[in-house]
């Protein structure tokens, strides 16, 4: 069974960064995409940055420039580091990862979530 965990949530000032974590465990053979999504109230859930296992990366136009995700194969873990934080950040965030199982199965897996709250 996979398992996402995320971590580094909390509260910050705006103009103020955050880290956030999320390590894949289980039975992995690989990880093709990892990546980070969000959902604000009231609002649907969208795509904040993914990564391939090539390091390939893509952003939502809303964190260009602010946020940088990577990833660390060896440890299966992925990271978002977020500068220059807006109250229009806040949200739930939620690490997710694209893969395959050592079994051969297909993964598509979500942690359980994050709360990143930008006030003063």
């Known amino acids: 069974q996979v398992q996402l965990v995320e971590s580094g949530g909390g509260l910050v000032q705006p103009g103020g960064s955050l880290r956030l974590s999320c390590t894949v465990s289980?039975?992995?053979?690989?990880?093709?995409?990892m990546g980070w999504y969000r959902q604000a109230p009231g609002k649907q859930r969208e795509l904040v940055a993914d990564?391939?296992?090539?390091?390939?990366?893509n952003y939502a136009d809303s964190v260009k420039g602010r946020f940088t995700i990577s990833r660390d194969n060896a440890k299966n873990t992925v990271y978002l580091q977020m500068n220059s934080l807006k109250p229009e950040d806040t949200a739930v965030y939620y690490c997710?990862?694209?893969?395959?199982?050592?079994?051969?199965?297909?993964?598509?897996?979500w942690g359980q979530g994050t709360q990143v709250t930008v006030s003063l």
């Open positions: 289980g039975s992995i053979f690989r990880i093709y995409v």
């Open positions: 990564i391939t296992s090539a390091d390939n990366t």
């Open positions: 997710n990862g694209v893969g395959r199982v050592a079994a051969g199965t297909a993964f598509n897996s």
